[in-house]
């Protein structure tokens, strides 16, 4: 049985001398390191690119109908907000991630919190609309964007189309490290990611848990959902200090939304110390994890690891760049089989 610590050697090609060495970091979820996938010319060709082709600011989006974006976070149901029940507010309605003292800051220059008692009751908070307080974090976040959730710039590129030799080097070399078939990898997201000081993505999931709407492959881009079953992240530089990607709960007996909330540990830009496993991003390392378990009837695409939830902590000095492969798949396993053998008769061709 495969435990935390067992090290595994990849040979990329016959009679290669000297191994890639994967390393299990976690089992839930079920996580590998494995330095020396990139060398630094490859890495810096995939800086370059992203820096000629532009890189664009990173937005996280919210699919929630507009009138349900706002939900006040009033979890003792006494028809007021504390200071904490006002941060998980915007923290789940407006993914910003303010400290206690932003929040009273907040209060002070809107004037929403009349006696000054930290509290905001029902009477103040009809005078300060999510309208108003969306108007005051904008503002806000121009002199302070890291309290956004992410922060960072970020280029798209797309293997299926992709005749960049370096590219499709390193696609071969995915699939066979995460013993995928090419056609997998093909029609998988890939994103270039710069984080310069201070950039950090908050603690968040790759993929998203089974529901009514269908996942969100080629022929289904309208209303779906992302279905990414496995992560695959290449650091492409050596990061001066922080950066590390991490893992708030790996190893958990269990996932308990409260106790991530009470201890924040989705703020990675502030408490990344408080995540169990950290990363340390390194020069042509790939780290590997899976965002679901396989479906024991269909050995394909199964229920959601919660484990998996992760994200970048602040870089606090130089920058980073990295770069993810997401590779996705549906619960329909025929459906992504007939696609696969359609990608491979097209590369035949």
Same mark, same amino acid.
């Given at each position: 049985?495969?435990?935390?610590? /067992?090290?595994?050697?990849? #040979?990329?090609?016959?009679?290669?001398?000297?191994?890639?060495?994967?390393?299990?970091?976690?089992?839930?979820?079920?996580?590998?390191?494995?330095?020396?996938?990139?060398?630094?010319?490859?890495?810096?060709?995939?800086?370059?690119?992203?820096?000629?082709?532009?890189?664009?600011?990173?937005?996280?989006?919210?699919? &929630?109908?507009?009138?349900?974006?706002?939900?006040?976070?009033? #979890?003792?149901?006494? =028809?007021?907000?504390?200071?904490?029940?006002?941060?998980?507010?915007?923290?789940?309605?407006? /993914?910003?991630?303010?400290?206690?003292?932003?929040?009273?800051?907040?209060?002070?220059?809107?004037?929403?919190?009349?006696?000054?008692?930290?509290?905001?009751?029902?009477?103040?908070?009809?005078?300060?609309?999510?309208?108003?307080?969306?108007?005051?974090?904008?503002?806000?976040?121009?002199? =302070?964007?890291?309290?956004?959730? &992410?922060?960072?710039?970020?280029?798209?590129?797309?293997?299926?189309?992709?005749?960049?030799?370096?590219?499709?080097?390193?696609?071969?070399?995915?699939?066979?490290?995460?013993?995928?078939?090419?056609?997998?990898?093909?029609?998988?997201?890939? =994103?270039?990611?710069?984080?310069?000081?201070?950039?950090?993505?908050?603690?968040?999931?790759?993929?998203?848990?089974?529901?009514?709407?269908?996942?969100?492959?080629?022929?289904?881009?309208?209303?779906?959902?992302?279905?990414?079953?496995?992560?695959?992240?290449?650091?492409?530089?050596?990061?001066?200090?922080?950066?590390?990607?991490?893992?708030?709960?790996?190893?958990?007996?269990?996932?308990?939304?409260?106790?991530?909330?009470?201890? =924040?540990?989705?703020?990675?830009?502030?408490?990344?110390?408080?995540?169990?496993?950290?990363?340390?991003?390194?020069?042509?390392?790939?780290?590997?994890?899976?965002?679901?378990?396989?479906?024991?009837?269909?050995?394909?695409?199964?229920?959601?690891?919660?484990?998996?939830?992760?994200?970048?902590?602040?870089?606090?000095?130089?920058?980073?760049?990295?770069?993810?492969?997401?590779?996705?798949?549906?619960?329909?396993?025929?459906?992504?089989?007939?696609?696969?053998?359609?990608?491979?008769?097209?590369?035949?061709?």
């Amino acid at each position: 049985m495969i435990q935390a610590g /067992d090290v595994k050697a990849i #040979y990329l090609d016959e009679g290669t001398a000297n191994p890639l060495l994967m390393k299990t970091l976690s089992l839930k979820p079920l996580l590998f390191e494995i330095h020396n996938v990139l060398n630094a010319e490859e890495c810096a060709h995939f800086i370059n690119v992203a820096k000629e082709k532009g890189l664009q600011k990173s937005i996280t989006t919210n699919k &929630r109908p507009e009138h349900e974006r706002f939900v006040l976070a009033d #979890y003792d149901q006494n =028809q007021e907000l504390s200071v904490e029940e006002m941060r998980w507010t915007i923290e789940g309605s407006m /993914d910003i991630y303010l400290d206690d003292e932003d929040i009273l800051e907040m209060y002070r220059k809107t004037n929403v919190d009349k006696n000054e008692d930290g509290i905001i009751d029902e009477v103040e908070l009809k005078s300060f609309t999510p309208k108003h307080m969306q108007a005051y974090l904008s503002d806000f976040l121009k002199n =302070q964007p890291e309290k956004h959730s &992410r922060f960072s710039e970020q280029l798209w590129l797309f293997p299926r189309n992709s005749t960049d030799e370096v590219f499709q080097s390193l696609q071969k070399r995915i699939s066979k490290v995460t013993e995928l078939a090419p056609e997998i990898i093909k029609k998988s997201d890939f =994103q270039v990611v710069r984080y310069d000081k201070k950039g950090h993505y908050n603690a968040h999931y790759d993929s998203t848990r089974k529901s009514n709407l269908p996942c969100c492959v080629e022929e289904h881009q309208g209303d779906c959902r992302i279905c990414r079953f496995m992560t695959a992240l290449a650091y492409l530089n050596d990061v001066e200090e922080g950066g590390e990607t991490a893992f708030p709960v790996a190893d958990n007996e269990t996932v308990n939304v409260g106790v991530i909330k009470d201890k =924040q540990l989705l703020n990675l830009n502030k408490y990344c110390d408080r995540a169990n496993l950290k990363i340390k991003p390194e020069l042509g390392k790939l780290v590997i994890w899976y965002n679901h378990f396989l479906d024991p009837d269909t050995d394909w695409l199964g229920e959601m690891d919660r484990h998996s939830i992760h994200g970048g902590c602040s870089v606090t000095s130089g920058e980073k760049w990295i770069a993810n492969f997401w590779i996705t798949a549906s619960h329909d396993k025929e459906k992504d089989l007939e696609q696969m053998f359609k990608t491979l008769m097209k590369d035949e061709l």
